[in-house]
């Protein structure tokens, strides 16, 4: 089994192909459902204090249903960029690039602010 990017994706694609679901993959659906899983995951954790979200990371039954629904958001990200012809990988290199010039070291570094806050 491949597990690079291409492999997974080539995986979803038979996945859903197998079940005809093709023609209800288009760009608006595939990002609501990002959107959902990526509820679906903040779920999890609504509600909870750090304490509590330590707790949950080293319960084995806890990181299953975490880990559940980040591969649910991965499945999705996955069939779209393997619907539509996006690089991940390359996708994701660019942005890198982009954010590193957004928020550089020396401005940023130790931070959790937005860029233009960064800057001051």
Known sequence: MQRDLAGLAK????????????????????AIG???????L??????????????????????????EELADVFF??????????FDLAEALERKLKINAEKYPVEKAKGSNRKADAARR
């Open 76 to 85: 999705f990200l996955l069939r779209f960029s393997q619907m539509y012809g």
């Open 42 to 67: 903040l779920d999890l954790f609504r509600f909870q204090t750090a304490d509590d979200v330590a707790v949950m990371l080293r319960d084995p039954k806890a990181r299953e249903a975490i880990g």
């Open 11 to 30: 995986m979803v694609q038979h996945f859903c192909e197998e079940r005809d679901w093709d023609p209800f993959h288009n760009p608006k659906d595939l």
């Open 34 to 40: 990002i959107v959902t899983e990526a509820g679906e």
